[in-house]
């Protein structure tokens, strides 16, 4: 049976002076930016994104079972070392590594479904950063819907999703009040679903082309959007 390719979608001191308190607030909730973290997380994403896509380059002389196996090394591998990140410094927040480190170390959590323990973790505390607008929303609906599917319950925004390989269309995982899931996204800056699903069936259906020109399919089937 051929192997159909899915894209891994792709958070006081007491005070004996009271003019100083506001003072001693600020010093304590300031955070340095980590250049060092912000660089070892990117040079991880470079590697995830690799993993997480089709097998490119070198990576095509790989048997399938070779190419399992690397990205399962990867993902746990990585893991582990988010794991070490976040126990020292929680989410990593655009003030620590800036906003495509912090959208980096999400990332790679969002791909570490061999842990969801640690991903609603990752989650309740990237929630907290989301409200003090030192994360950023959009991404955090994805955990949160990647967390949901894979610890058993309905997703809230609808951006975990598969395919009716029949059709060549994407369609959202188990989806909590669809009728109103166009409210809920706009909230976190999402766009509307019709429009995000038809983004994910045109990518699958490139990846997959060769395979659907086998069916007879020649064009992905497309939602309609306003």
């Known amino acids: 049976m051929k192997k159909l390719i899915r894209i891994l979608i792709i958070s006081l001191p007491l005070f004996g002076c009271k003019e100083k308190l506001p003072e001693k607030k600020k010093i304590q909730e300031k955070v340095e930016f980590n250049q060092n973290l912000a660089d070892e997380l990117k040079i991880m994403a470079k590697v995830d994104q690799i993993a997480a896509y089709i097998p490119q380059g070198k990576y095509k002389k ?6 399992d196996s690397f990205k ?20 990593v927040g655009f003030d620590l590594a800036g ?6 170390f999400w990332l790679m959590v969002q791909h570490s479904d061999h842990n969801p323990d640690f991903q609603k973790e990752v989650l309740e505390k990237m929630k907290i950063q989301v409200e003090k607008q030192n994360a950023e929303a959009s991404i955090y609906g994805l955990l949160v819907d990647r967390v949901n599917i894979n610890t058993g319950k309905p997703q809230i925004y609808g951006t ?12 959202p995982k188990n989806l909590t009040d669809s009728v109103n899931v166009n409210e809920r996204r706009k909230t976190i800056g999402l766009k509307p679903i019709e429009e995000y699903l038809n983004q994910m069936t045109l990518m699958n259906f490139e990846m997959n082309k060769k395979f659907y020109a086998e069916k007879g399919i020649t064009e ?6 306003e």
């Open 62 to 67: 790989m048997t399938s079972e070779q190419w």
């Open 72 to 91: 399962d090394s990867v993902f746990t591998t990585h893991q582990k070392r988010l794991e070490e990140i976040f126990v020292k410094y929680g989410f």
């Open 99 to 104: 906003e495509e480190g912090s959208r980096n």
């Open 160 to 171: 975990q999703v598969d395919y009716n390989f029949d059709l060549a269309q994407a369609f």
């Open 220 to 225: 992905p089937k497309l939602y309609k959007t």
